[in-house]
């Protein structure tokens, strides 16, 4: 599994709050409410994503269809997200060296190992 913050409750499989009250209980989730679970799945979602890390519901799946739905708050959020990019820093032996001495030589990027290899 590539994303462990992201877990998935396939909703037909339960019928009642208290059902899904003993799946959350099983599972050690406390920060989804069973009533919310029953009402997704009488609103038709038969399976719903929701990110661990920020208790949200990201992506339900309904009933009828064969794609994901995505939240669109969500949605908007990743079509904002800033892009990474190269950067446009120039290298010096001096920052190279700072950065091995607060981080050690695991955190230095391509660039800066070829870097070194330049300068030896």
């Known amino acids: 599994m590539r994303n462990k913050n992201i ?3 396939h909703l037909k499989a339960f019928k009642t709050v208290e059902e899904f009250k003993a799946l ?13 679970l029953a009402d997704a799945f009488e609103k038709g979602w038969k399976k719903v994503f929701i990110d661990k890390s920020t208790e949200i519901v990201i992506a339900y799946l309904h009933s009828g269809a064969k794609k994901i739905s995505f939240d669109e708050e969500l949605l ?4 904002n997200m800033p892009s990474i990019g190269f950067s446009k820093v120039e290298l010096t032996m001096d920052s190279v060296l700072d950065k091995i001495n607060a981080y050690g030589m695991d955190s230095l990027n391509k660039r800066e190992k ?6 030896k």
Do not use: A, G, R
């Not at 209980?25 to 989804?32: G, K």
């Not at 908007?76 to 079509?79: A, K, R, S």
């Open 76 to 79: 908007d959020e990743l079509n």
């Open 114 to 119: 070829e870097f070194l290899k330049v300068v």
């Open 7 to 9: 877990i998935s409750i």
């Open 24 to 36: 959350l209980s099983d599972n050690n989730i406390t920060f989804l409410s069973p009533e919310k």
